[in-house]
């Protein structure tokens, strides 16, 4: 064991605003793969390599190279059965596939039994290749296209959550020309300010989403949809935002929903709204990036979000709603990790005798942005061997022609790390690989599913054929 270095023991007193937090006692911490942040299915060997339920990393490397996505089959589907269990029915819990989406994981999210939320033809049309059921479907979407719309009618989702005024007229035209009756939910704004960074929240009144509860739209918005030939109003819903690690927004929401719910009885009569009949409260449960985030377990979020429920309709004296979620990151986030090799180290001197390590790895703010725009924190541990040097404060920055290419602005990696190192990046499986570019015309990198010692390519790497593929 090494002995602790001398002087300042914290990451934030060596480099303010530093949030790579106190430096590791020794190299066991430096190896640590802390269980809230790493796939569960992730171990350090005996020869201090790690491997992904049963691989090793370095032969994934070897066999799908890197920048490479390692998505743990058995997390995901853990934690779909655990918010099946926890809503107390898997078709209330509506996998958001934004997060992450291929036609294999749909297929997955089918069996588990799980609802699948879509916000997009072309999500729609994965999960259709995926034939997944298309009654589990929920197609989202604040500007969604007539032909979108149209495919979804003709697919026979379960059900379109209405976000504008313009659209329930186009839906409710695009229903009646095909002589179906489509079922709805309303997306209501309901004033809440998530604690979360702005670009993710979203139940804001001075946003793009939704209709305002505040100003009676959406209220307004019922009455049209009830007017609708061609509409059947299934639900109301509300999102909040992502990456929300306290209950408070989720219960102020789900108790403003269900008061907007007792105002239409009151104004419509139960009969008309005798398909009302679920309150969707969206997604948002945040994820631990870091060892120091503690997120909410989500029995918890659901025992809130019931009790809300079932309380306030007791108080209006009506039968609860089923309550639905739509889970993205809190399914697929954890589970993957990004494996990159290094490839350049530069140290740089700063003000007070500090220095920065610069660790350039072989992908970069292509394969995620959330870095640079969100100013996501990442745990990055050296992979392919053990620690077997003093701690050094170290930026992993990509491969792009940007100084803000940075995946992870600031961790702790052993002296000795060189190239050819493979370092990897956990909780990548939300918001990473689909929000991916081809900057730089940089490939996008392969997604690999691991389970039971055996790998399965999921997504194959780009190449730059592909590349090319568009032009004309
Ligand atoms: C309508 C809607 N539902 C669900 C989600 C999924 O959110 P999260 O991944 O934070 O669970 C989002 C994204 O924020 C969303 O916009
Ligand atoms: N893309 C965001 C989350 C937005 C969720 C979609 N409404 C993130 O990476 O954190």
């Given at each position: 064991?090494?002995?602790?270095?001398?002087?300042?023991?914290?990451?934030?007193?060596?480099?303010?605003?530093?949030?790579?937090?106190?430096?590791?006692?020794?190299?066991?911490?430096?190896?640590?793969?802390?269980?809230?942040?790493?796939?569960?299915?992730?171990?350090?060997?005996?020869?201090?390599?790690?491997?992904?339920?049963?691989?090793?990393?370095?032969?994934?490397?070897?066999?799908?190279?890197?920048?490479?996505?390692?998505?743990?089959?058995?997390?995901?589907?853990?934690?779909?059965?655990?918010?099946?269990?926890?809503?107390?029915?898997?078709?209330?819990?509506?996998y958001a596939s934004k997060a992450f989406l291929c036609t294999e994981v749909a297929r997955w999210v089918a069996?588990?039994?799980?609802?699948l939320d879509v916000c997009s033809g072309g999500e729609l049309r994965v999960a259709l290749r995926a034939e997944f059921?298309p009654?589990?479907i929920?197609f989202?979407?604040?500007?969604?296209?007539?032909?979108e719309?149209?495919t979804?009618?003709?697919a026979?989702?379960?059900?379109?959550?209405?976000?504008?005024?313009?659209?329930?007229?186009?839906?409710?035209?695009?229903?009646?020309?095909?002589?179906?009756?489509?079922?709805?939910?309303?997306?209501?704004?309901?004033?809440?300010?998530?604690?979360?960074?702005?670009?993710?929240?979203?139940?804001?009144?001075?946003?793009?989403?939704?209709?305002?509860?505040?100003?009676?739209?959406?209220?307004?918005?019922?009455?049209?949809?009830?007017?609708?030939?061609?509409?059947?109003?299934?639900?109301?819903?509300?999102?909040?935002?992502?990456?929300?690690?306290?209950?408070?927004?989720?219960?102020?929401?789900?108790?403003?929903?269900?008061?907007?719910?007792?105002?239409?009885?009151?104004?419509?009569?139960?009969?008309?709204?005798?398909?009302?009949?679920?309150?969707?409260?969206?997604?948002?449960?945040?994820?631990?990036?870091?060892?120091?985030?503690?997120?909410?377990?989500?029995?918890?979020?659901?025992?809130?979000?019931?009790?809300?429920?079932?309380?306030?309709?007791?108080?209006?004296?009506?039968?609860?709603?089923?309550?639905?979620?739509?889970?993205?990151?809190?399914?697929?986030?954890?589970?993957?990790?990004?494996?990159?090799?290094?490839?350049?180290?530069?140290?740089?001197?700063?003000?007070?005798?500090?220095?920065?390590?610069?660790?350039?790895?072989?992908?970069?703010?292509?394969?995620?942005?959330?870095?640079?725009?969100?100013?996501?924190?990442?745990?990055?541990?050296?992979?392919?061997?053990?620690?077997?040097?003093?701690?050094?404060?170290?930026?992993?920055?990509?491969?792009?022609?940007?100084?803000?290419?940075?995946?992870?602005?600031?961790?702790?990696?052993?002296?000795?790390?060189?190239?050819?190192?493979?370092?990897?990046?956990?909780?990548?499986?939300?918001?990473?690989y689909v929000?991916?570019?081809?900057?730089?015309?940089?490939?996008?990198?392969?997604v690999?599913?691991?389970?039971?010692?055996?790998?399965?390519?999921l997504l194959?790497?780009?190449?730059?054929?592909?590349?090319?593929?568009?032009?004309?």
């Amino acid at each position: 064991m090494r002995a602790h270095p001398a002087g300042p023991r914290h990451a934030e007193v060596l480099l303010p605003g530093s949030t790579a937090g106190p430096v590791p006692a020794d190299e066991a911490e430096l190896d640590e793969l802390h269980a809230a942040v790493w796939p569960r299915g992730a171990h350090r060997d005996a020869d201090g390599a790690v491997s992904f339920a049963g691989t090793d990393v370095r032969e994934l490397a070897r066999e799908y190279g890197t920048p490479l996505f390692v998505l743990d089959e058995a997390d995901f589907r853990a934690r779909c059965a655990e918010y099946a269990t926890a809503f107390g029915d898997p078709t209330s819990v509506h996998y958001a596939s934004k997060a992450f989406l291929c036609t294999e994981v749909a297929r997955w999210v089918a069996e588990e039994g799980l609802s699948l939320d879509v916000c997009s033809g072309g999500e729609l049309r994965v999960a259709l290749r995926a034939e997944f059921p298309p009654e589990r479907i929920t197609f989202h979407g604040n500007n969604k296209s007539v032909a979108e719309l149209a495919t979804a009618v003709d697919a026979g989702v379960g059900s379109i959550v209405l976000d504008s005024f313009h659209e329930i007229a186009r839906l409710d035209h695009l229903a009646r020309e095909r002589g179906v009756t489509q079922p709805v939910m309303i997306r209501v704004t309901v004033g809440v300010e998530a604690h979360t960074h702005e670009f993710i929240a979203t139940a804001h009144e001075d946003q793009k989403f939704g209709f305002s509860l505040a100003s009676g739209q959406a209220a307004e918005a019922a009455r049209r949809v009830i007017k609708a030939e061609a509409l059947d109003l299934v639900g109301l819903h509300s999102h909040i935002g992502s990456q929300i690690f306290d209950d408070d927004g989720f219960g102020l929401s789900a108790h403003r929903v269900v008061a907007l719910l007792a105002d239409l009885r009151a104004e419509h009569g139960a009969a008309a709204l005798e398909k009302l009949t679920t309150v969707d409260l969206g997604g948002g449960l945040g994820i631990a990036y870091t060892a120091d985030d503690d997120p909410l377990p989500v029995d918890e979020l659901a025992t809130r979000l019931h009790d809300v429920v079932r309380k306030e309709c007791d108080l209006a004296g009506f039968e609860p709603p089923k309550v639905a979620v739509e889970p993205g990151r809190a399914i697929a986030g954890p589970g993957t990790v990004t494996v990159y090799e290094v490839g350049t180290i530069k140290d740089v001197e700063l003000d007070g005798g500090v220095s920065r390590r610069y660790v350039s790895v072989d992908g970069g703010m292509s394969d995620n942005i959330r870095t640079s725009l969100y100013d996501a924190v990442y745990d990055c541990r050296l992979v392919s061997r053990s620690a077997e040097a003093d701690p050094v404060l170290s930026r992993i920055v990509g491969k792009h022609c940007e100084s803000g290419d940075v995946v992870v602005r600031d961790c702790w990696l052993p002296e000795d790390i060189a190239p050819g190192d493979l370092l990897a990046v956990a909780a990548t499986g939300a918001y990473c690989y689909v929000m991916a570019s081809n900057y730089n015309r940089l490939p996008k990198p392969p997604v690999v599913a691991v389970r039971d010692g055996r790998t399965r390519l999921l997504l194959r790497r780009e190449t730059e054929d592909d590349l090319l593929r568009l032009e004309v």
